[in-house]
């Protein structure tokens, strides 16, 4: 598993699910939308080994395309949690 934050996310990766994942979606949408901070390591999994904690708070853009590209072309192997401050008193108060 892998997980790391940036500035109001957090993303979590199932890295066992890279083993089988044949197009590495991820990374690509990664590069493309965002500043390419999730890449393939050596053993074909989601890594950011290339950057340290604070590169990564720097450099992240918050997309989701990540999440997306894994649900819809991978493995379904990223969830991002965005906690939302007062949410679930809001969606209480609305039942």
Do not use: W
């Not at 598993?1 to 199932?14: G, Q, Y």
């Not at 894994?70 to 809001?90: H, Q, V």
């Amino acid at each position: 598993m892998l997980e790391f934050a940036e500035r109001t996310l957090t993303v979590k990766i199932d890295t066992s699910k890279c083993d089988t994942c044949e197009t590495k979606a991820c990374a690509d949408a990664c590069k493309k939308y965002a500043r390419g901070i999730l890449g393939i390591d050596d053993q074909g999994k989601a890594s950011v080994a290339h950057l340290n904690t604070e590169e990564i708070l720097r450099l992240g853009t918050e997309c989701l395309a990540c999440e997306l590209a894994c649900r819809t072309s991978g493995n379904n192997a990223i969830t991002i949690d965005i906690p939302i401050k007062g949410l679930d008193e809001y969606m209480q108060k609305r039942q």
